[in-house]
T-cell receptor, first 109, second 117 residues
Framework: DAKTTQPNSMESNEEEPVHLPCNHS???????IHWYRQLPSQGPEYVIH???SNVNNRMASLAIAEDRKSSTLILHRATLRDAAVYYC??????????FGKGTTLSVSS | GAVVSQHPSWVICKSGTSVKIECRSL??????MFWYRQFPKQSLMLMAT?????????EQGVEKDKFLINHASLTLSTLTVTSAHPEDSSFYIC?????????????FGPGTRLTVL
């Protein structure tokens, strides 16, 4: 299974941008890059996904390296509600998502 | 957006009893669903893949006779923890993929907290 590496934790202040990195050096050509986040005692919530090109949605932006061996989730203005565990995960269509340890994001007011 | 529900949201049972957890895709059909387990302060661990109309496939180290999975319809998969013991206490989460616009998005249920006394 393709694996990802993320920092254990990151801190941010409210209203500031947050860049969450993810390394996935063994990614294959057909792997999608997904980001999910999880609040305590809840199921994971979809954030964004991409294949090769950078992506934007109402929640975040995803910057994918040209060689696809790394990606960065960008929260443009962090809020207290963005405090969560963020998971970067890879999969091919129809297969299960395999989760690593994720990054615990703390947001201070 | 698509919704996946789980029932119950939490359950407390005595050691030795069996507990059934339901996972439903509410507005789409899912021939495949996935079951995860999450211990406190740990990541989600894939337990098994539930296949509609056929046997589930289990990840290495997951006892198929202990964690019975039935995917009887295109919108329902059940996980039964048989003869539950305190070490089975965990947060169980299911997910179901739906294809939209060529992309296969996974939708997760809210999870079921199992506590075995």
């Amino acid at each position: 299974d393709a694996k990802t590496t993320q920092p254990n934790s990151m801190e941010s202040n409210e209203e500031e941008p947050v860049h969450l990195p993810c390394n996935h050096s063994t990614i294959s050509g057909t792997d999608y890059i997904h980001w999910y986040r999880q609040l305590p005692s809840q199921g994971p919530e979809y954030v964004i996904h991409g294949l090769t090109s950078n992506v934007n949605n109402r929640m975040a932006s995803l910057a994918i390296a040209e060689d696809r061996k790394s990606s960065t989730l960008i929260l443009h203005r962090a809020t207290l509600r963005d405090a969560a565990v963020y998971y970067c995960t890879l999969n091919q269509a129809g297969t299960a998502l395999i989760f690593g340890k994720g990054t615990t994001l703390s947001v201070s007011s | 957006g698509a919704v996946v529900s789980q029932h119950p949201s939490w359950v407390i049972c005595k050691s030795g009893t069996s507990v059934k957890i339901e996972c439903r895709s509410l507005d789409f059909q899912a021939t495949t669903m996935f079951w995860y387990r999450q211990f406190p302060k740990q990541s989600l661990m894939l337990m098994a893949t539930s296949n509609e109309g056929s046997k589930a496939t289990y990840e290495q180290g997951v006892e198929k006779d202990k964690f019975l999975i039935n995917h009887a319809s295109l919108t329902l998969s059940t996980l039964t923890v048989t003869s539950a013991h305190p070490e089975d206490s965990s947060f169980y989460i299911c997910s179901a993929p739906r294809t939209s616009g060529g992309y296969n998005e996974q939708f997760f249920g809210p999870g079921t907290r199992l506590t075995v006394l």
